[in-house]
């Protein structure tokens, strides 16, 4: 536990440097994901399967990379390995991180979780892990149309939500 405060306080007190931003450029409208999964293969099924569906992507090979690209940038989705930089699933930095992002900002993420032990869209898992989605390993070929039709479910859920906060002027 002390260790990943120690690292995320690390990132934290780390000065500003324009070189740990993901992207120098993204269009109006224009959506962003962050693939954070350690096997190079696995990293780049996900990553293609993301690009097809029109998200700028990068993809980071450490816990710290990745807290770094997120602490300037919110995407739309991230993409991260349960084993992603440790051998503990429950003391996974990044999805510490995003655990304890305020309610606001987290739901602006779209979080899926690659994983060996749950199935493919097993929401209860989702809802344990704190992750809106679920990929199994053996579906990593799959992950592009999987990670779509998880966002537009989510897109669906939380419309009337988002709607109003727009109202209320805080969206």
Aim: charged share 25%; glycine share 6%; aromatic share 8%.
């Amino acid at each position: 536990m002390e260790e990943q405060k120690a690292l995320l306080n690390e990132v934290a007190a780390e000065g500003y440097d324009a070189a740990d931003r993901p992207f120098d450029f993204v269009g109006e409208g224009g959506a962003t994901a962050l693939v954070c999964e350690s096997d190079p293969a696995a990293r780049e099924k996900i990553s293609s399967g993301i690009k097809a569906l029109g998200y700028q992507v990068t993809a980071q090979e450490t816990a710290k990379e990745a807290l770094k690209a997120m602490r300037f940038h919110v995407f739309d989705v991230v993409v991260v390995n349960e084993l992603f930089d440790t051998a503990n699933p429950e003391a996974n930095d990044v999805l510490q991180y995003l655990e304890n992002l305020n309610m606001t900002t987290r739901r602006r993420f779209f979080v899926a979780l690659v994983s060996e032990k749950y199935r493919t869209m097993d929401n209860m898992a989702a809802f344990n892990r704190s992750v809106n989605l679920v990929i199994n390993l053996k579906s990593i070929d799959d992950a592009g149309k999987i990670i779509k039709q998880g966002v537009a479910d989510n897109k669906a859920f939380y419309h009337i939500f988002h709607e109003t906060l727009l109202k209320m002027g805080k969206g």
